[in-house]
């Protein structure tokens, strides 16, 4: 693994019989997902180090709930750094995890988009930014697109989709979080989960409440076998 800037010391990546872990539970890749740890943050491209382990990407609009996610699912009050302004965090944040402080997989919190009060020319640089991270990283393995289902997915939405899609036909994962999803009736949550499916061309689609922790189990594991493809079991308990 190559360094960067403000790369923390010290991470090890997984050699490949370290990584091929047991099949996880439910329970083990929540106490896997709490092993998150910071590992570097870069404001542009060429500041990410190259890594040789799976990266799973978080993105979505300023006020969809990002690292409130992110934290729910690490179980790290403040891991992911949630601006008392939206929109106005625009560096891309790199965390290790894995045992023991060995790298088995990278979660990558990418600027959140679409908040109104950031200024035009700083949408436009960062959606180039975005655009390129999500089309040119190499590790890439996994999109986590987080949406409040109150508002059902934007344009912007819709066009980083778009960005993705040739990279969701050869292979990469896609998750449609449902954020916020205690603010809905069971009827409202069915008919968001209906509408997220249509709108996912095939990729995953799950509610999420960080308040009721909904969501958390399963959504830990399907991150878990996305990074372990050779030992994923498919079933979810």
Same mark, same amino acid.
């Given at each position: 693994m190559s360094s960067a800037p403000g790369q923390t010391s010290g991470t090890r990546t997984a050699d490949p019989v370290s990584a091929r872990a047991a099949p996880a539970t439910a329970a083990s890749a929540v106490a896997w997902m709490h092993t998150a740890r910071f590992l570097t943050t870069a404001p #542009? &491209?060429?500041?990410l180090p190259a890594l040789d382990v799976?990266?799973?990407a978080f993105v979505g609009r300023s006020n969809a709930g990002k690292s409130t996610c992110i934290n729910t699912l690490?179980?790290? $009050?403040? &891991?992911?750094?949630?601006?008392?302004?939206? *929109?106005?965090?625009?560096?891309?944040? +790199?965390?290790?995890?894995?045992?023991?402080?060995?790298t088995d997989a990278v979660l990558a919190d990418l600027p959140g988009y679409g908040y109104a009060a950031v200024p035009r020319q700083d949408k436009e640089r960062w959606q180039q930014v975005m655009a390129?991270?999500?089309?040119?990283?190499?590790?890439? #393995?996994?999109?986590? !697109?987080?949406?409040? /289902?109150?508002?059902g997915l934007?344009? +912007?939405?819709?066009?980083?989709?778009?960005?993705? #899609? /040739?990279?969701?036909?050869? *292979? !990469?994962?896609? !998750?449609?979080? +449902?954020?916020?999803?205690?603010?809905?009736?069971r009827g409202e949550q069915a008919k968001a989960l209906s509408i997220a499916? &249509?709108?996912?061309?095939?990729?995953?689609?799950?509610?999420?409440?960080? !308040? $009721? $922790?909904?969501?958390?189990?399963?959504?830990s594991l399907l991150l878990w076998q996305w990074a372990h493809p050779a030992t994923a079991e498919p079933s979810t308990p």
């Open positions: #542009r &491209l060429e500041f799976p990266e799973i690490t179980q790290q $009050k403040r &891991l992911a750094f949630a601006s008392k302004t939206p *929109g106005r965090t625009q560096s891309i944040n +790199l965390f290790a995890l894995g045992k023991q402080g060995v390129a991270y999500l089309v040119t990283r190499e590790n890439l #393995r996994a999109v986590v !697109l987080l949406c409040d /289902p109150r508002q934007t344009q +912007l939405d819709d066009i980083l989709l778009e960005v993705i #899609r /040739p990279r969701v036909e050869q *292979g !990469l994962k896609l !998750l449609l979080l +449902l954020t916020k999803s205690d603010k809905l009736s499916r &249509l709108q996912a061309g095939g990729g995953e689609v799950k509610l999420f409440s960080a !308040l $009721k $922790k909904q969501g958390v189990p399963e959504t």
